[in-house]
C-alpha cells in the first residue's frame, strides 16, 4: 500500500509537474485518470488568478492569454511555498525580464516590480511605527549610531522605465496618458508605501531616494546625514518619521561607525 | 483531550453568510440583518484595510474564520508559520468559531491550492488527528473539521469517509463542519446514499453547516462530474438534505457560501433568508438529546 507521502508526492508531481502516471496508478478501479485533471486545473486557475490579482497592471498590458501563457511557466517554475496567497510571485518579475516573449516590452518587467511594491504596500503586516520618544532619550553619540527597520510596507524602487505613469495610466483604462508615456523617458526613483486609505507611490529626486535607501538599509544616521549636508536632509528626515516610515531600531557598534566613512558604505 | 465548547458560543444557530471582498464596502454601508458571517482566515493574514475593515464587520457580527490552507491531512507536518499566521487573525478577530477541512494542500513546500483529496486510510486518520490536536492546543479552543467534496477515490482507501469524519472528532474532540453541499456531491460522484453519509455522522459532534452551489461538467469518458464550485445557488436537491440534516442535528449555525461569480449582496442574503426560514422550523435535534 502507497504511504500517505507516496500519495501526496505523486500527486505533486502530477499538479505541478503534469506527469500523470504515478498519481493515474492509485486511483481506484472504474475512475478514469481524466479526474486528475480537474484538481491540476484549479491549482493552475487558483495561483493564475492570485499573480492576475497581485499584477493587474501587467494582466492589462498584455491581455488575458499572453498573461496566462506567462503565468502558465512561471508556476511550473515557482510553485507556491505558502497557503498565504499574499506572499506569492515576488520572482514574477525577474521570470517576465527573461521571458522570450516579452523580450519586446522592456518596461514590462519594472511594472511587475512596482505592483509587487504595492502589494507590500497592501497586504505587509501592520506594525506600530517607532516611538520617538525613544530616539529623543539617547544621546548624541547614540544617535549618531542608529540604524533604523523601515516599516514592512515601504519600498525603495530605482526603475529604469516610468513604470509608474505606464501602471497609473493602465489602470485607469486611460489611453490617451498610456500613449503619452515615452517608455525611453528615464528611470524613476519611487517610494511605495501603504497610506491611510490604501497603498501610495511617489516620486522621489535622485538625493532624495538616495536619503531614504541608505535609512531604509540599515545605514547608520549620523553617516547619511553627514552625506547630505544642511537643512534639507534634516527635513526629509524629520518628514520620514513623522511619516512612520521606520519601526524600530538598533544601534551601529561604534568600531563600525569608525571604519565606516560614507564613500565606502555606498551600495 | 477537553477544550472549551464554542457552540453554541457567539455564533448562534442561525443563517450566516460568507463575506468576500467584493461585499466589504456594501457590508460597512448596509449593515445587514445577518446573524453572523464567515471568512477565508487566508485572506486577512496581512495588515492594512483588509482586516480592518473586518474589525469593523466584527463589531456587529459575530465571525467564523474559516481556514482554506492549513493542510490537515499533509504527510509532512503542519507549517509552524502559517499556524501561526492564523493564530495572530484570531486574536485580532476573537472568532466565534474557527474550522478547517478533512483534506491536504501542501506537499514537499509546494502549496497545491486546492483541498485535495486524502486516501482514506489508517495512516490518514492518525495523521489528520495528530495535527487537529496540534491546531486545538495551539489555539487553546476546539475547532471544526469539514468534510470534503471529493472527484476521485484512491485504489488503497479502507475507510468510508462517514466513519473517517467520526473518528476525528471522537479521538480529537474537535467538531464537524458538516457540508450538506459536499456530501451531496461526493455521494452523486462515488455512489453513495447521501442520507446514510447524514446519518453516520455524529450529532453531537456537529457545530455547523455550509451550503453551496456546485456544477455538473462532462467528462472526455462520457462520465459526469458535480464538482463543488460554490458558483449558484444552493439546488432543490441540496435543501431537500439540509432537511434531512436538520431533523437529524436540531438548529445549527448554517453558512451560505459563494466564491465564484460572486453575485450581489442582496442574493447572497436571500439564499441565507431561505435557510433561515428552515432553520426556524427545526426542532431540536438528536445533536441536543446527545448533548445534554
Given at each position: 500500500?502507497?504511504?500517505?507521502?507516496?500519495?501526496?508526492?505523486?500527486?505533486?508531481?502530477?499538479?505541478?509537474?503534469?506527469?500523470?502516471?504515478?498519481?493515474?496508478?492509485?486511483?481506484?478501479?472504474?475512475?478514469?485518470?481524466?479526474?486528475?485533471?480537474?484538481?491540476?486545473?484549479?491549482?493552475?486557475?487558483?495561483?493564475?488568478?492570485?499573480?492576475?490579482?497581485?499584477?493587474?497592471?501587467?494582466?492589462?498590458?498584455?491581455?488575458?492569454?499572453?498573461?496566462?501563457?506567462a503565468a502558465v511557466a512561471f508556476i511550473a517554475q515557482h510553485p507556491p511555498r505558502s497557503a498565504c496567497f499574499d506572499h506569492y510571485g515576488e520572482a514574477f518579475a525577474a521570470f517576465l525580464a527573461a521571458f522570450p516573449p516579452a523580450a519586446s516590452?522592456?518596461?514590462?518587467?519594472?511594472?511587475?516590480?512596482?505592483?509587487?511594491?504595492?502589494?507590500?504596500?497592501?497586504?505587509?503586516?501592520?506594525?506600530?511605527?517607532?516611538?520617538?520618544?525613544?530616539?529623543?532619550?539617547?544621546?548624541?553619540?547614540?544617535?549618531?549610531?542608529?540604524?533604523?527597520?523601515?516599516?514592512?510596507?515601504?519600498?525603495?524602487?530605482?526603475?529604469?522605465?516610468?513604470?509608474?505613469?505606464?501602471?497609473?495610466?493602465?489602470?485607469?483604462?486611460?489611453?490617451?496618458?498610456?500613449?503619452?508615456?515615452?517608455?525611453?523617458?528615464?528611470?524613476?526613483?519611487?517610494?511605495?508605501?501603504?497610506?491611510?486609505?490604501?497603498?501610495?507611490?511617489?516620486?522621489?529626486?535622485?538625493?532624495?531616494?538616495?536619503?531614504?535607501?541608505?535609512?531604509?538599509?540599515?545605514?547608520?544616521?549620523?553617516?547619511?546625514?553627514?552625506?547630505?549636508?544642511?537643512?534639507?536632509?534634516?527635513?526629509?528626515?524629520?518628514?520620514?518619521?513623522?511619516?512612520?516610515?521606520?519601526?524600530?531600531?538598533?544601534?551601529?557598534?561604534?568600531?563600525?561607525?569608525?571604519?565606516?566613512?560614507?564613500?565606502?558604505?555606498?551600495? | 483531550?477537553?477544550?472549551?465548547?464554542?457552540?453554541?458560543?457567539?455564533?448562534?444557530?442561525?443563517?450566516?453568510?460568507?463575506?468576500?471582498?467584493?461585499?466589504?464596502?456594501?457590508?460597512?454601508?448596509?449593515?445587514?440583518?445577518?446573524?453572523?458571517?464567515?471568512?477565508?482566515?487566508?485572506?486577512?493574514?496581512?495588515?492594512?484595510?483588509?482586516?480592518?475593515?473586518?474589525?469593523?464587520?466584527?463589531?456587529?457580527?459575530?465571525?467564523?474564520?474559516?481556514?482554506?490552507?492549513?493542510?490537515?491531512?499533509?504527510?509532512?507536518?503542519?507549517?509552524?508559520?502559517?499556524?501561526?499566521?492564523?493564530?495572530?487573525?484570531?486574536?485580532?478577530?476573537?472568532?466565534?468559531?474557527?474550522?478547517?477541512?478533512?483534506?491536504?494542500?501542501?506537499?514537499?513546500?509546494?502549496?497545491?491550492?486546492?483541498?485535495?483529496?486524502?486516501?482514506?486510510?489508517?495512516?490518514?486518520?492518525?495523521?489528520?488527528?495528530?495535527?487537529?490536536?496540534?491546531?486545538?492546543?495551539?489555539?487553546?479552543?476546539?475547532?471544526?473539521?469539514?468534510?470534503?467534496?471529493?472527484?476521485?477515490?484512491?485504489?488503497?482507501?479502507?475507510?468510508?469517509?462517514?466513519?473517517?469524519?467520526?473518528?476525528?472528532?471522537?479521538?480529537?474532540?474537535?467538531?464537524?463542519?458538516?457540508?450538506?453541499?459536499?456530501?451531496?456531491?461526493?455521494?452523486?460522484?462515488?455512489?453513495?446514499?447521501?442520507?446514510?453519509?447524514?446519518?453516520?455522522?455524529?450529532?453531537?459532534?456537529?457545530?455547523?453547516?455550509?451550503?453551496?452551489?456546485?456544477?455538473?461538467?462532462?467528462?472526455?469518458?462520457?462520465?459526469?462530474?458535480?464538482?463543488?464550485?460554490?458558483?449558484?445557488?444552493?439546488?432543490?436537491?441540496?435543501?431537500?438534505?439540509?432537511?434531512?440534516?436538520?431533523?437529524?442535528?436540531?438548529?445549527?449555525?448554517?453558512?451560505?457560501?459563494?466564491?465564484?461569480?460572486?453575485?450581489?449582496?442582496?442574493?447572497?442574503?436571500?439564499e441565507a433568508a431561505i435557510a433561515g426560514a428552515m432553520l426556524a422550523d427545526a426542532k431540536p435535534g438528536a445533536r441536543d438529546a446527545d448533548a445534554a
Amino acid at each position: 500500500m502507497p504511504t500517505l507521502l507516496e500519495t501526496q508526492c505523486a500527486m505533486r508531481t502530477w499538479l505541478v509537474d503534469g506527469e500523470r502516471d504515478a498519481a493515474a496508478d492509485l486511483l481506484a478501479d472504474g475512475i478514469s485518470p481524466d479526474r486528475l485533471d480537474i484538481y491540476r486545473n484549479t491549482f493552475v486557475a487558483n495561483a493564475t488568478r492570485a499573480l492576475r490579482l497581485t499584477y493587474p497592471a501587467v494582466h492589462k498590458l498584455v491581455g488575458d492569454e499572453f498573461f496566462e501563457g506567462a503565468a502558465v511557466a512561471f508556476i511550473a517554475q515557482h510553485p507556491p511555498r505558502s497557503a498565504c496567497f499574499d506572499h506569492y510571485g515576488e520572482a514574477f518579475a525577474a521570470f517576465l525580464a527573461a521571458f522570450p516573449p516579452a523580450a519586446s516590452l522592456a518596461y514590462l518587467a519594472d511594472v511587475a516590480r512596482l505592483e509587487w511594491a504595492v502589494s507590500r504596500a497592501i497586504h505587509s503586516d501592520d506594525v506600530e511605527p517607532l516611538d520617538l520618544a525613544r530616539l529623543v532619550a539617547l544621546s548624541p553619540a547614540e544617535q549618531e549610531c542608529v540604524s533604523f527597520v523601515p516599516h514592512p510596507s515601504v519600498s525603495l524602487l530605482s526603475l529604469v522605465t516610468p513604470a509608474d505613469a505606464i501602471r497609473r495610466a493602465v489602470l485607469a483604462g486611460d489611453d490617451a496618458a498610456l500613449a503619452a508615456v515615452d517608455p525611453a523617458a528615464g528611470a524613476v526613483r519611487l517610494l511605495v508605501e501603504r497610506g491611510e486609505s490604501g497603498p501610495e507611490v511617489t516620486r522621489l529626486d535622485a538625493a532624495a531616494w538616495h536619503f531614504a535607501a541608505e535609512l531604509c538599509r540599515g545605514l547608520p544616521l549620523g553617516m547619511v546625514l553627514a552625506e547630505l549636508h544642511g537643512t534639507s536632509a534634516e527635513t526629509a528626515f524629520a518628514a520620514h518619521l513623522g511619516a512612520g516610515r521606520f519601526v524600530d531600531f538598533r544601534l551601529a557598534p561604534p568600531e563600525l561607525m569608525a571604519s565606516l566613512s560614507p564613500s565606502e558604505a555606498g551600495p | 483531550m477537553s477544550f472549551p465548547q464554542v457552540h453554541p458560543g457567539p455564533v448562534p444557530a442561525q443563517a450566516g453568510i460568507g463575506l468576500r471582498f467584493q461585499h466589504h464596502e456594501a457590508v460597512l454601508e448596509r449593515r445587514p440583518d445577518i446573524a453572523w458571517m464567515e471568512v477565508h482566515t487566508e485572506n486577512y493574514m496581512g495588515g492594512g484595510t483588509a482586516i480592518r475593515c473586518l474589525e469593523t464587520i466584527r463589531r456587529d457580527h459575530p465571525i467564523s474564520l474559516h481556514g482554506v490552507g492549513l493542510s490537515l491531512g499533509s504527510a509532512q507536518g503542519l507549517d509552524p508559520a502559517h499556524l501561526k499566521r492564523i493564530r495572530k487573525v484570531a486574536e485580532r478577530i476573537e472568532p466565534g468559531l474557527m474550522s478547517e477541512h478533512i483534506a491536504w494542500s501542501v506537499a514537499e513546500a509546494t502549496y497545491l491550492a486546492d483541498l485535495l483529496p486524502l486516501p482514506m486510510t489508517e495512516e490518514s486518520l492518525s495523521v489528520v488527528c495528530r495535527h487537529v490536536d496540534e491546531v486545538q492546543s495551539a489555539m487553546k479552543r476546539r475547532i471544526l473539521v469539514e468534510n470534503p467534496s471529493t472527484y476521485l477515490r484512491f485504489r488503497h482507501s479502507t475507510i468510508p469517509e462517514w466513519e473517517f469524519m467520526a473518528a476525528v472528532a471522537r479521538r480529537t474532540g474537535c467538531g464537524i463542519l458538516c457540508d450538506v453541499n459536499n456530501i451531496y456531491v461526493s455521494a452523486r460522484n462515488h455512489d453513495w446514499d447521501p442520507s446514510a453519509y447524514l446519518a453516520r455522522l455524529p450529532p453531537a459532534a456537529i457545530g455547523e453547516i455550509h451550503l453551496a452551489g456546485h456544477s455538473v461538467r462532462s467528462l472526455p469518458d462520457g462520465t459526469t462530474l458535480r464538482i463543488d464550485d460554490h458558483g449558484s445557488r444552493v439546488i432543490d436537491d441540496v435543501w431537500a438534505l439540509y432537511r434531512e440534516a436538520l431533523a437529524r442535528f436540531g438548529p445549527v449555525p448554517t453558512l451560505i457560501e459563494w466564491d465564484t461569480d460572486v453575485p450581489s449582496l442582496g442574493v447572497l442574503l436571500g439564499e441565507a433568508a431561505i435557510a433561515g426560514a428552515m432553520l426556524a422550523d427545526a426542532k431540536p435535534g438528536a445533536r441536543d438529546a446527545d448533548a445534554a
